[in-house]
């Protein structure tokens, strides 16, 4: 029986080949999912799995609404790991998510259109089919995959910069997302909160379910961040 990791692992070492030999260059993009699929003869979630791993190996980087760009190598060194991220603990992880993330979604729901607000749902979607056919792998790549979506769709240069150790970050905890499918359907109605406040364009909503998402995944994980008060001092 061939394994879902079988063939991820099989797809990723095809594509490394194609960028090795120059069928895709430094500054180009990859053939859309469905085509590449398609081309590859595998279901579009291990397709996704295959670029999450070449994004972690620096070769390639996913932006949402356009597709997935091909890296040269001072990009690719600039997109790896960090090696504070690395050694990052889940704590650090959820402090830092907590920190930037409820901020961009408010910036987001300022400026959305609606077919990046297409692009979020659709991704839900993906993780909605994930767990009504228990797939759990791809649920946590579509996890993944919203929230760095949401990442990029600030215009802000800076937290471009910034965001992508938030991406990094996320990446980090993969592996305790993995171990706790159970939790999935919560962070799907989690997350649909936030789209919903995105689409209705409330800042102040947007940022209050994410920040609310965030505290629940600690809570998922055994860790109750300590928060500083937000109150200001009369």
Not at 183 to 190: F, I, K, V
């Given at each position: ?58 070769l390639v980087r996913s932006m949402p609404g356009k597709g997935v760009l091909v890296l040269d190598a001072e990009m690719a060194e600039s997109a790896a790991p960090q090696s504070a991220v690395a050694e990052a ?146």
């Amino acid at each position: 029986m061939i394994t879902s990791s079988t063939v991820v692992n099989s797809v990723v070492e095809k594509l490394r080949q194609a960028l090795a030999r120059g069928q895709w260059r430094s500054g180009d993009m990859l053939p859309g999912q469905r085509e590449l699929a398609e081309q590859l003869g595998i279901s579009r979630p291990s397709l996704r799995e295959a670029v999450t791993v070449l994004e972690t190996l620096g070769l390639v980087r996913s932006m949402p609404g356009k597709g997935v760009l091909v890296l040269d190598a001072e990009m690719a060194e600039s997109a790896a790991p960090q090696s504070a991220v690395a050694e990052a603990s889940l704590e650090d992880v959820l402090q830092l998510r907590y920190t930037l993330e409820p901020f961009i979604v408010g910036l987001v729901a300022q400026s959305v259109s609606s077919k990046e607000i297409g692009q979020l749902r659709l991704t839900l979607m993906d993780m909605r089919e994930a767990l009504e056919a228990q797939d759990s792998e791809a649920g946590v790549n579509a996890y993944i995959a919203f929230h760095e979506e949401l990442f990029t769709l600030t215009a802000n240069p800076i937290f471009q910069s910034v965001v992508q150790q938030t991406s990094n970050a996320l990446k980090q905890s993969a592996a305790v997302l993995r171990n706790s499918p159970e939790h999935l359907a919560a962070r799907l109605e989690e997350n649909e909160a936030v789209v919903r406040a995105i689409r209705n364009k409330n800042s102040a909503q947007a940022s209050a379910q994410m920040r609310h998402h965030i505290l629940q995944e600690g809570r998922r994980m055994g860790i109750e961040l300590n928060i500083p008060d937000e109150h200001p001092v009369n």
